[in-house]
């Protein structure tokens, strides 16, 4: 009983490797079943794995107007509060999310799953009112749910203190403005799952505040995204069942 319950937990996850190694981009060759009497052990190999993660929740809330709801937009902005006289109502902040499931499974059922790296993407289109170049834009961590369809700013989520990365506006449009998340995504993965929201902290105090404008998944093209690599240990192990030995990966 005990080596039956040992062979359908190595199978379980070797079906794991399977579903987690299917549905990414990667150059395995996944071995078919071969008769054999002998089980011929392999040492493992490390493999990255580059997951791309498309965002499933995209907005952007206005200080403003705080109960209003700007979820469907084709577009999100970021602004400074600070305007003329340092009036402070001025504030847009993007907010975005990702389901990172398949992360916390893979760390969860592969206990030697290592990430490697994590960058947030948001691709950079249009400016408005003054030109942005230089600007230093910072990403925070969400520490509680939302959803797109509802968020305002009276009922944004908190957010974590201190500034997971910096970003500066590039001197033209047209290009991905890139933000490292490994650090939440290494030490925090589970309290990552609710996103990260993008504001601009740089003390404006004029008129034409100026505004930067990423794409949303609504535009259907340059969608905010979150790209992974993760370093995983390959068994390369053959287990046996009635004489039929099983290579799990190759």
Same mark, same amino acid.
């Given at each position: 009983?005990?080596?039956?319950? $040992? ?12 579903? &987690? ?19 011929? !052990? ?8 580059? &997951?791309?993660? @498309? ?18 937009? $084709? ?7 600070? /305007?003329?006289? /340092? ?27 290592? &990430? ?10 249009? +400016?408005?009112?003054?030109? !942005?170049? /230089? ?8 520490? $509680?749910?939302? *959803?797109?369809?509802?968020?305002? +700013?009276?009922?944004?989520? *908190? ?46 105090? $004029? ?16 969608? !905010? ?9 390959? !068994? ?8 039929? @030995? ?5």
């Amino acid at each position: 009983m005990k080596k039956m319950k $040992n062979v359908t937990k190595k199978r379980t996850k070797a079906a794991f490797l399977l579903l &987690i190694l299917t549905s990414v981009t990667l150059s395995i060759t996944i071995a078919v079943p071969i008769k054999s009497q002998a089980i011929t !052990p392999i040492e493992p190999t490390t493999k990255i794995i580059k &997951i791309k993660y @498309a965002v499933t929740d995209d907005a952007y809330i206005n200080k403003g107007h705080p109960n209003t709801n700007r979820g469907s937009r $084709n577009y999100m902005v970021v602004r400074n509060t600070y /305007g003329y006289g /340092g009036s402070s109502h001025w504030a847009w902040e993007s907010l975005v999310k990702f389901d990172l499931t398949q992360i916390v499974l893979m760390k969860h059922h592969l206990k030697d799953a290592k &990430i490697v790296s994590a960058t947030l993407k948001l691709y950079y289109y249009r +400016w408005k009112d003054n030109y !942005p170049a /230089g600007r230093e834009l910072s990403l925070y961590r969400l520490t $509680n749910d939302w *959803s797109e369809k509802t968020v305002t +700013w009276n009922t944004k989520p *908190s957010s974590a203190s201190e500034a997971t990365d910096i970003a500066v506006v590039p001197n033209s449009t047209g290009v991905w403005i890139k933000f490292n998340v490994t650090k939440d995504l290494k030490e925090n993965l589970e309290n990552s799952l609710f996103g990260w929201k993008i504001t601009d902290n740089n003390y404006w105090g $004029n008129t034409n505040i100026p505004i930067v404008f990423f794409r949303t998944k609504e535009y259907g093209s340059y969608i !905010p995204t979150l790209e992974v690599k993760v370093q995983v240990t390959l !068994p390369h192990q053959k287990f046996q069942d009635d004489g039929q @030995a099983i290579a799990v990966l190759r």
